[in-house]
């Protein structure tokens, strides 16, 4: 009766995970269409306008999707030894961080190189996103140190986990919110009175800002929803944490 109930709840888990997880794949192909439809395409140094093309789709790709995935692997690969899973963990978010550097790399490079010179960090959307990256920094550096490599005593390290996950939560959340206002503010500056006109453009804006949202929902659900929690296997007692998350 237990493994029927289990086995429900993985179900469960698997049908919404995978809705979520198509959800974002779409939401990447749209920013993609949303770039290379109406932006031009992708440039670096030899077209500045374009090559602040790239900021949207690293800091989406880094910020909502893939730090998304790492923060799920824990309830999606349930049957996968922890140790394992660690690791997995880190090296998404470390691919999430490098992507996330390019990214802002780009948008800084835009405003600096321009003719005459952009001011930088001046809006909600620079301060917030500039904030959510060097939390998500400190927090992927700390849980490293922490969790993975050397690792904290065992009593530590289930002191600290109820930290890691709030402050790991809060910083998705400030990556939802950095890239929906980093969207408002694009589409302002892009579109200005064509923006209350309903032009297409406004539309792919308007619809990736819903899709983030919507996908930002449920992947919360997904990881506060306690029946989804990933049950201790018997391998664990050799990972580097007593902690079942």
Same mark, same amino acid.
Request: glycine share 4%; charged share 10%.
């Given at each position: 009766m237990e493994a029927r109930a289990e086995h429900q709840k993985t179900k469960m888990y698997n049908t919404i995970y995978s809705f979520t997880t198509s959800m974002g794949i779409g939401l990447i192909m749209l920013v993609l269409f949303w770039l290379l439809h109406y932006r031009g395409g992708f440039a670096w140094h030899s077209d500045l306008k374009r090559e602040f093309n790239w900021h949207p789709l690293l800091? =989406? %790709? !880094?910020?909502?999707? +893939?730090?998304?995935?790492?923060?799920?692997?824990?309830?999606?690969?349930?049957? &996968?030894?922890? $140790?394992?899973?660690?690791?997995?963990?880190?090296?998404?978010?470390?691919?999430?961080? =490098? %992507? !996330?550097?390019?990214? +802002?790399?780009?948008?800084?490079?835009?405003?600096?190189?321009?003719?005459?010179? &952009?001011?930088? $960090?001046?809006?909600?959307?620079?301060?917030?996103?500039?904030?959510?990256?060097?939390?998500?920094?400190?927090?992927?550096l700390s849980g490293f140190l922490s969790f993975l490599y050397p690792g904290l005593s065992p009593s530590l390290r289930k002191a600290l986990m109820p930290v890691h996950v709030v402050i790991g939560l809060s910083a998705f959340v400030m990556g939802l919110i950095s890239s929906i206002t980093g969207l408002t503010e694009k589409a302002f500056f892009t579109l200005d009175a064509k923006y209350s006109a309903f032009v297409p453009e406004a539309f792919v804006f308007n619809f990736i800002a819903l899709i983030t949202t919507f996908y930002g929902l449920l992947v919360l659900y997904l990881v506060n929803e306690s029946a989804f929690k990933r049950n201790a296997l018997p391998e664990d007692e050799l990972a580097l944490t007593g902690h079942d998350e």
């Open positions: 800091m =989406i %790709l !880094s910020m909502v999707f +893939l730090y998304s995935q790492a923060i799920l692997i824990y309830r999606t690969g349930r049957n &996968i030894p922890k $140790l394992k899973l660690k690791i997995i963990h880190g090296s998404i978010h470390l691919m999430a961080f =490098i %992507l !996330s550097v390019i990214g +802002l790399k780009a948008v800084f490079d835009t405003h600096n190189l321009a003719t005459p010179p &952009i001011a930088n $960090l001046y809006s909600m959307h620079s301060w917030i996103g500039l904030i959510t990256v060097i939390i998500f920094a400190m927090q992927f």
